[in-house]
Each structure stands twice: as structure tokens, then as C-alpha cells.
């Protein structure tokens, strides 16, 4: 085939794909008659009912707020904890065993722990889980990133009698900063799934909530809104993070493509 | 005004023990320009890094107008060879040349002021909103330049700053360097390995030995001013000198399995 | 003389860090319990929990959990590893295909497996297949995208090469595409077996499956706070070992690959 009948080829597959994708889920579940597989219009027109936006209120800020509060809270310790440990070998030494036992912890083992810990079910409860363990992807990336930093970048910097502090904020800070983000990226995937599990094992409001709700007054429909809801908000973040990153990283893509290969 | 006393540097400890820098004095007046030059591998980037207040040696001492150098000092300004690694691609040529004068307390105007001079004098005004990775080599390095002048330093050091640039920006370069050491009126401690170079820029010329380092031989260079890339290369004086200084360093013998500084030597001057 | 104690003093010091450390946080964790500045009764003594762990490491029945627990994530990656890696590398190798399904893959990518839960109560029932598949379905896609990544990745003039050779097309993929892809493999699994274990557990805890998760839930239920403690303690050794293993196994497949290798997740 010719190169630009192979041009065309691959635009309508990227639209054709999903669309058939779409269609042969709407005509399998029209044909199964099974309940707990709703047709996909059904789905569609639940979905807008629930959450545009009568249930969006009620349910799905919470949510998000949850997620705002937890990432805010695990980028600004992330980010201050990494630092130092960066900079220092012999910090790192003494934190390294505590990261590496943490990390490595799956979250779920720690909700029961949260509640009797926090004392209760409310928004700090969730916030501390998602906030706790959205920390580590912050953290580890802002470390890489500061060992990573040229040192010819610092010394040149101490060579002209840059004080410290000056330093970390106008070269350590911003020479790691792509790594931070792409910690940061991480980190936000993960405070949507904290925020599913945190809220499906027990609370009384969020999208988390009416999944499991749903799911035990066997309302198939809204449970499905809600599964499809909590695809569309881990898509759209994920989004809204990686056109803040284009914006911010431009010069890092300059950088980088001006480098000899 | 620069005295280096005694200077040595060793690395490790026991048997991994490595002597950089051996035993070197050396003194620079107020508005000189010394070359240091050396066969590759002999400690010069030690030495300078010491000069520099960045390394503590374990031998001598320097002084800079009679104060002993423990860290980097006020009045001091470095230029590496990797300009591109020295420069923060994340902001553009005006606030990279700044970076060094934020501390320092001045007034913004004036500030700006030196910024935009400095980098006048390297002639790079129209890019100073630049990234620096969106200029060439030879371009960043004047940018490097521009900041150390920005600074307003009484001593410059540069530790082979052209190595990484090509023959022609070279030449330019060079002739840079002795235009704004006049406009500026600043003492230059120059490291490279290129002969040529060495007596083209030098008022005095330090030759070093193979590391353990220490000064061989110290030549004065009596060449006219200004100079000029064809003319004063086509003087005899300049042939002796730089014959002279090849001799010295050919000489060194580099020490048994320093294959490195030999190839160094070889591909500086293949005509031998 | 003096300088080269000092140095092996402080060279000693420096091992110690690490032990030191995790000595004062239980040291402080005690102290914490003991004092009350926490109630006993949300946060045992460390010294409770330690010997409720011991407890739970000489039972029978808690190694069973675990291996439970292991099973499913084992079973979860494989089954992930056996789908993702031919997909990912047809994807890969395709540029139709793998335009084809990019935004498909863009927008499963980010779902929250765990959402998938009451779906997988209702359909596949509370049992090892449920867990298998939450666990496959979340390992999937980093398994997926890494090959994907490692298979573009393939230089180009090596594959230039082995066609000047006369290799045909299997063979290409054989010799030079698939050794180039397996470090991005590696790296790929090792983030699937940390994603895999935390949905075993999940799986576990959330629809009642025998294992590790359901072991927290019952301690919960009946308020047997040092159990859920102890468990909990179990359960990030678990995590840390599976991690070290990955980790390690990774290390060894990246050991000649140069190291401009590129993480996607």
C-alpha cells in the first residue's frame, strides 16, 4: 500500500476501533438480556442522570475533594522530605529501611488500622489514608531526581557563593523538578484508587460510596454509572495533569532534544 | 595577588592512595593573564578546584590578596569546560548570567545593569531571552563567560573552557577572553592543554609536569598586544615559545600505563 | 594515624545507620503506646504486636493464608504476563494496530481495578476467579504498556541489520526485537507484582476470599486489635519481599542494556 493510503488507514482505525469497541458493547448487552449487563445507552443515560449533576454535589465532590486534599498534602511532604533526603547519603541511610517497608505495603492492609487510628469514618480519615500513601511516589521521585542533578550545575552555583538555601530553591529544585513531576503524575493515579477503596470500605458519601451502595441494593444501573464515572475521573485528571506538565516542562522537552545523542 | 603555596592534593587513603597535585607555588600579580598548561591527566581541573576554594588541599595553602582561600572567595569567579552542564536550561540567558549576583546585595536596577554589560560585552545581546540550550557551543560558553564577568570578580579562572568548542569559535573565543580581560581589567588563571593557545593568551606561562603535578618551568611571554590570530601566530618569537613549551611537555614522560595521557598528547599534536 | 580511625569509625557508624534507625522507631513506637499518647487500645505496644506476630508466624493457619494470598497474586501476574506481552508486542510492532487501539488503551488504563469489585461480586462470585481476574486485569496494563514501549524502543539499526542478514521476520523478532524488550519487561513485572499483590489483598478483603485480606477483615469484625496489627506487619513483609525479588529480577535483565531505558508509569 502507499504511504499515504497507510496514513489514512491508521486515522480511520484510531476512529474506528473505539467507536466498534462501543457498538459491539452496546449490541452484546442489548441481545445478553442480562441484568447485571445493562445495555450501554441505559448506562449512558443513568450516567447523566446521576451525575450531571444531581448526585454530583452530594457525592462527587466529596470525592474530589478527598483526592485534592490528599495529593495536596502528600506533594508538599513528599517534596519536603525529599529534598534533605536527596541531598544527604547519611540521611538517606538512616530513613531508607522505613521508605522501603512502607512503599511496599499494600494500602488496603492499613484501612481498618486508619479508622481506629483516627477515630472515625469522617473526610480526615480518608484524607490521611489517600494522603499517607500517595507520599512515597513524590518522595522516591524527588530523591532520584536530586541525586540525579549534574553536579557541575551545584558546584558552579557554590563556586559563585550561592548560600544554600538559594541553592536548593534556584537550581536543586528546579533541575529535579521533571523527575517530581513524573512522581506527581503517579501519585495522583494513585489518590483516585485510595479514594475508591478508602470510600468503598466505609463511608457515608462519595463515588466510592454509591458503588458499594448500589452494589448491595443490587441497583445495577447506578452501579454501573458509577463504575464508568470512576473510569471518566481517573481519565480526566490524568488529562488535566498532562497538559499542566506540557505547559510547565517545555523547556525540559527543549532541553532534552537539544542534547548530542 | 594570588599566591598558591606548597599546593598538593591526595586522593584515597592506603594503598588506593592517588597524589593529584604534588608540590606547586605559583604567584599571579593584579591584571595578569597565566596560563597553566600540562599533558593530560596531570591534576590541572585538582588544581584549579583547589585554587577555586572548592577542594580543601592537603598540602600548602593558597592566598588571595593575603587572605587564605578555605572556600570559594567573593571576589573569585570560575568557568568550567562544560558550559552546557553549568548553565540551568530551565531559564534563559539573562537570568543565568543573574543567578550569581542575587546574593550579592545590590539594587535591581543595578543588577540589571551588569547583566545586560556582561553579556554586551560577549556580544550576545539579541539572545538574552534565549534558553541557553537554544544557542551553539560556542555561544553557551560565552554565556558562561558573561556570568563570571557579571560577577564582577578581581580573579577569573577558567579550566580549559574552549576544549569543547570548535577550532574556528575557538579562535574567537580566545580573542573574547583578552578583549573583555581589558575592557574589565581582570587577573586570569587560564588551564589548557592546546600549546597554541597558551602562548597566543599568556603573559607568563606555567608548565606543569605529569601528576604528581608541581610548576617545571615558568616562561614569561614576550609577545606584543594586542595580539591577533594570524599575525602573532606568524611571528618567529611565537614559534620559539611554542616549540619551547611543546619540548617541555613532550618531555614529561606520562607515567607507566597512563595510556590516556599519551593518546591525549598524540592527538594534540599528530604532526610529532 | 588518628584520621584513618576516625574514618573506620565513622565508616562503621555509617553501617549501623540503618539498624539504629528502625531500633528508635520501634523504641518510640513503645513509648508512644506505653505513655498513652496514643490509647493502648487503638495502638498496641510495639512489643504486644511484635509477640501477637510471633504468634501468628508459629500458627498453621496464617502461613496457609499466606500462601493464599501468594497464590493469587502469582496466579494474577501470570495470567497477565501470558496476555500482555504477545499484545503488547503485536501493538508495538504494528503502527496501525497501535494506533488503532491507543485511545481504548488510554482510557483502561487509568480505571481503578478496584472499582471493578462489586461487578466481579455480582458476575464471577466470591471466590479465586474473582480474585484472578481483578488481579490480571490490574497487572495487565503496565505489563502492557512497558512491552509496547520496549518494543519501539528497538534500535532500529540493529533491526536494519539482521534484515541485510536475510532474517526473516520470526526470527528478527526472536533474536534482536524480544532480548531488546525483556528489560522493559522486567521493569514492567515489577511494577505488575506490586499492583498484583495489593489487588490480591484487596480482592481478599473486600469479597471475603480466603487469604491474608480476609484474615484482616475477620480480626476487624471481632476487634482483635493486636491480630489486625500483627497482620498488617505480616502483610508489609510480604509486600517488601515480593518488591526485592522484582526488583532484584529486574536489576539482572537491565544488567547490559544501556542505560537510556525509559519508564513509562
Redo the contacts between chains.
Sequence with gaps: MSARA?RV??VV??I???AG?LIAWQLWTASAHQA?FPRLSTILVQFRKMWLFSQFNEHVVPSLERIGAGFGIAVVVGIALGVPLGLSP?AR??????I??????????????SI??V?SIANRQKIAFIAFFCIFPVLLNTIDGIRGIDPTLVETARSYGVPWHERIRRIVLPAAFPQIVAGMR?SL?LA??MM??SE??SSTSGV?YV??I??NTFQ?VP??A??VL??VL??V??LLFLLVERRVLAWHRGWRAALPD | MLEITHLGKTYG??DRETRAVGDVNLTVTEGELVCVVGPSGCGKTTLLKCVGGLLRPTTGEVTLHGRRVSGPPEEMALVFQDYSRSLMPWTSVRNNVLLPLRHKKLPRADRSRLVEEAVDAVGLTRFIDHYPWQLSGGMQQRVAIARALAYQPSILLMDEPFASVDAQTRGDLEDLVLSVRGQYGVTILFVTHDIDESVYLADRIAVLTHAPTEVKELIAVDLPSPRDQIATKELAEFARLRAHVYRLIKRERPAPGDLEAEEALAAAHPES | MTS?VL?RAASVA?AL??V???AA?LGLWEVISRTGV?AAR??PAMSTCVRALWHLVETGAFWHELLLTVRGWALGLGVATVLAVPIGIVLGSS???G??????I???R??????????L???LGTNLKSEVFLTAFGAFWPLLVQTMYGVRDVDPVALDTARSFRLGPFERLYRVTLPSTIPYIATGMRISS?VS??LA??AE??MGIPG??QA?NI??AFGL?DQ??A??LA??FL??A??LVSTAAERRALRWHPSQRQVA?
Excluded: C
Design positions: 497507510w488507514a491508521k482505525a484510531e474506528a476501533v473505539p469497541i447485571r547519611r541511610r538512616a530513613a531508607m529501611p522505613h522501603e517497608y512502607w512503599r511496599a505495603m499494600p494500602p488496603p492492609a492499613l484501612l481498618p488500622i481506629i487510628l477515630h503517579n493515579a483516585v484508587i475508591v477503596l468503598y470500605f466510592g458503588l458499594l448500589s452494589k445495577l452501579m454501573w458509577a463504575i470512576i473510569g481517573g481519565y485528571l490524568n | 587513603s592506603g | 584513618t574514618r555509617d545507620l540503618p539504629l534507625s528502625v522507631a496514643i487503638d495502638l503502527d496501525l494496530a494506533r488503532a487501539f491507543r485511545v481504548p488510554e482510557f483502561l487509568p480505571i481503578p481495578s478496584a472499582a471493578l469489585i462489586p461487578l461480586f455480582l458476575t506490586t499483590l495489593i489483598f484487596t478483603l473486600f491474608l485480606g484482616v480480626a476487624q486489635t489486625l496489627y497482620l498488617a502483610t508489609g509486600g517488601v515480593i518488591h508509569s
